[in-house]
């Protein structure tokens, strides 16, 4: 970007905070100013001259580049973990995409700042991004231009830069009382381990979801789901959020993006699924495909694929194909989760029991380990062709469900369905999976 474009920010942002003072001086003179006390009006004059000349560019500049050395510009802050904790916190520039959900996984980590609460403003005026750039970013990459058109001279410039380079320092790390500790043991001895709390990834959450909560587009599609009207985009919710509060009424204490937040952090559940496995085979169904836990577990899902379709007519864009493409993944992974169930070693060869009623080829499918002891039906499994079999079984089941919500599809429908590539590749997995089993 243009260093101007920075030098002109700088110089609005103090000009900014100049009036702001200004004006809550002026209103406090008012207030002190009953009658006609020419002294008074004097001394009140010479203060508001004073102030004015404390808020002048350079001036303020220089003491807020002394400043600085008050506050740290940090990822990881330690007083999330107690207000008082007197730990280091540490700004970690780390790049990693290893698929792991953390700090370190972010493209670009928003910075906080922590220390004295008084000093903040300098922080904002470090952080403030124009045009994508920043003074944090001009400093980290040794570029004086912005602050070089407002220094006097050199040594003032050497003094601003030094300055406000300490936001950056890394002082020695310390641990405290009240940090959370973990010693490690190690050959020898041990380590001791602080956790810290990212307040740039909780940072990333807020902004993410304010985004899908609050936005323009996130409150027209709500408003289309309250009218039962279709929307391209899907409706994102968080269910069963928890809120955590840091600071008490002073979030600033805390840290600056505690403070911008609120001091709230918004917690997503976590708990892992409930998950309501079969206690017995299904003995006595002709396919899995007919009345039972597969009909119910995708009622839902099949609701509002048809609730498209149909909302959508004739018209035939790229986006509701991929809302349509994404709501039969959906059943898709609903089904292979629940033939993963009945596909268990323990019910090795439950097909030969007398009360199987099962398709041929579904009991190819979902019986696989009976093939360990069955060697005419491992034959028949090694074919394959019973894997089209099954597509065609979800194909004829999926048309079954959209003819009776009066929708004209046939056997174009049916081919697309039946070459689903969520469906082969699922069944690949499921049949990687078996074969690398150690008791295949």
């Not at 792991?100 to 928003?110: D, I, R, V």
């Not at 400093?139 to 601003?160: H, M, V």
């Not at 993963?340 to 099962?358: G, H, P, R, V």
């Amino acid at each position: 970007m243009s260093q101007r474009g920075l030098t002109e920010f700088i110089v609005s942002y103090i000009s900014g905070r100049r009036q702001t003072k200004l004006e809550a001086f002026d209103k406090e003179a008012a207030k002190r100013l009953h009658g006609t006390d020419a002294a008074l009006e004097s001394q009140i004059s010479q203060e508001r001259r004073e102030l004015e000349l404390r808020y002048e560019t350079r001036a303020w500049l220089t003491d807020a580049a002394y400043r600085a050395g008050q506050i740290s510009l940090v990822t990881h802050a330690a007083k999330y973990t107690h207000g008082d904790a007197k730990n280091s916190s540490i700004f970690s520039a780390t790049n990693s995409a290893e698929g792991y959900l953390a700090t370190a996984s972010l493209a670009k980590p928003a910075v906080d700042a922590v220390g004295n609460a008084a000093a903040l403003d300098v922080a904002k005026l470090l952080q403030t991004e124009i045009d994508g750039d920043s003074l944090l970013a001009c400093l980290q990459r040794k570029d004086d231009s912005a602050l070089a058109e407002l220094a006097e001279n050199e040594q003032q410039l050497a003094g601003w830069i030094e300055g406000f380079s300490r936001a950056l320092t890394t002082k020695d790390p310390a641990s405290h009382k009240l940090a959370k500790q973990v010693y490690f043991p190690v050959a020898g001895g041990y380590h001791l381990l602080n956790p810290l709390f990212s307040s740039s990834l909780a940072q990333a959450l807020h902004q993410r979801m304010v985004a899908l909560r609050f936005s323009e587009e996130s409150k027209e599609n709500w408003k289309a789901h309250k009218e039962k009207r279709w929307h391209p985009q899907p409706l994102v919710m968080f269910p069963k959020t928890a809120v955590m509060n840091f600071g008490g009424t002073k979030p600033q204490n805390i840290s600056a993006l505690n403070s911008s937040r609120g001091g709230r952090v918004w917690l997503l559940a976590c708990a892992p699924p409930q998950w309501e496995q079969q206690s017995h085979p299904p003995y006595g169904s002709k396919t899995l495909f007919g009345q039972g836990p597969f009909e119910r577990s995708t009622r839902e899902i099949r609701r509002r694929l048809i609730g498209l379709l149909i909302n959508t007519g004739d018209t035939n864009n790229y986006l509701i194909r991929r809302a349509r493409d994404r709501y039969i993944d959906e059943i898709i992974d609903v089904l292979f989760s629940l033939a993963a169930d009945i596909q268990c070693e323990e019910w090795s060869a439950w097909t030969q029991n007398e009360k199987c009623q099962l398709k041929p080829h579904q009991q190819l499918w979902l019986d696989p380990w009976r093939a360990e002891t069955d060697e005419a039906f491992r034959l028949e499994r090694e074919k394959d062709d019973w894997q089209d079999a099954v597509a065609d079984d979800f194909a004829l089941w999926l048309n079954s469900h959209l003819r009776r919500a009066e929708l004209n599809v046939g056997k174009t429908e049916r081919r697309e369905w039946q070459g689903k590539p969520l469906f082969r590749r699922r069944l690949h997995e499921m049949e990687q999976a078996i074969r690398s089993s150690p008791h295949a």
